[in-house]
């Protein structure tokens, strides 16, 4: 059987960098309050008219280009996002149809911020399962399209942006596991309540945004991704030091150094760019990964975990040999 191998990585942030400073100015909040309690300083924020299929398709390119491949290569394409551009068709069939592929597979996964781990443990599945042998993985989103601008508990943490990887059926290891998990008890913890099947009422009075009890996720998190962690290494017969790199959702500096303490990992083996990108959602791992990469700290051969939690709940991981 083959595994899943990453040939590829790609991302793209929006050029508008919005800062802390720039936001107090918006809702009543300080540079300092943000950077204490989550680590961000800034995020980039979409374009008016700047989709998430946009931001997409330039993660996807790069993607493509660093994998050596063109669109025509790929046979199945998976987009994780919360935003998706139109209620239907999917973001995969407009990506697919932008960058000139005809007839791969392609859908949208939507886990929120578990997002890109869910779709890149599809992929895997495809390609372990012999119906797929190069396929596109991309996590994208404007978040900040789902934002109430109004409400400094939640504006302040999230940003815009897109990462992609390609992944390819190699005889070298790749994916050695991924672990998906949800549980629909919390969903109103962390939520936008409005919605197709419930009517456009909630859209058209623009009260459709990313509701949270931010303590209660904050707990989960921590919880979900210290369980999932030890879950994965179980799995695979490994000890903690086997571990090069640990590439985590990237929601709040906090959630990220307790989860990297429950592995006795030093934040030197940890990636982190949520100061600069803020909680990118379902993109915010595929932007890290790729940082990792063309900043060359993510070797060839070497072992990463990337664990995400996000709302559902849903929480994930996937043990990856680069
Ligand atoms: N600026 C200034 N003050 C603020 C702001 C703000 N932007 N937002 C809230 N406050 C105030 C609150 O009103 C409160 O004031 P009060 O004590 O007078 O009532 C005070 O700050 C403390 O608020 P808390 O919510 O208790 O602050 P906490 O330390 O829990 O930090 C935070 C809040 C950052 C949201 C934290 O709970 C968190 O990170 N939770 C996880 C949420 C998350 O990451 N969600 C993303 C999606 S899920 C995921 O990706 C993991």
Not at 184 to 201: E, I, K
Not at 293 to 307: A, D, K, S
Request: with cysteine.
């Amino acid at each position: 059987m083959s595994s899943a191998r990453i040939t590829g990585t790609g991302s793209y942030l929006p050029e508008r960098i919005l800062t802390n400073e720039e936001l107090s100015t918006i809702v009543d909040t300080s540079d300092e309050w943000i950077r204490e309690r989550s680590g961000i300083a800034q995020r980039h924020i979409a374009a008016d008219g700047e989709t998430t299929l946009d931001l997409a398709e330039h993660a996807s390119r790069r993607a493509l280009e660093a994998a050596g491949r063109t669109a025509a290569d790929i046979d199945l394409i998976v987009i994780a996002t919360t935003t998706p551009d139109q209620i239907f068709p999917s973001t995969a069939c407009l990506l697919q149809h932008r960058l000139g592929n005809v007839g791969a597979a392609a859908f949208d996964v939507q886990a929120v911020c578990s997002g890109f781990v869910y779709a890149l443990s599809v992929a895997d599945n495809f390609i372990k399962a012999g119906s797929s042998r190069c396929a596109l993985v991309i996590g994208a989103e404007t978040f900040s399209r789902i934002l109430n601008w109004e409400d400094r508990s939640t504006c302040v943490l999230f940003g815009d942006g897109a990462g992609a990887v390609v992944m390819e059926a190699s005889d070298k290891p790749g994916v050695m596991s991924t672990h998906l998990h949800a549980d629909g008890a919390h969903a109103s913890a962390l939520h936008v309540p409005a919605g197709v099947s419930q009517g456009y009422d909630a859209v058209q009075e623009g009260r459709a945004f990313v509701e949270m009890r931010g303590s209660e996720v904050f707990r989960m998190a921590v919880a979900k991704m210290g369980e999932v962690v030890e879950e994965t290494l179980a799995a695979n017969n490994l000890d903690r030091e086997a571990l090069d790199w640990l590439i985590p959702h990237q929601a709040n500096i906090r959630i990220i150094k307790a989860t990297a303490k429950k592995l006795r990992m030093g934040m030197d083996k940890v990636i982190v760019t949520v100061d600069r990108h803020g909680n990118t959602s379902a993109a915010s791992i595929p932007l890290a990964l790729d940082e990792a990469v063309r900043t060359g700290q993510l070797q060839r051969g070497q072992l990463f975990l990337i664990e995400a939690f996000g709302g559902g709940f849903t929480w994930g991981s996937a043990l990856i040999r680069y």
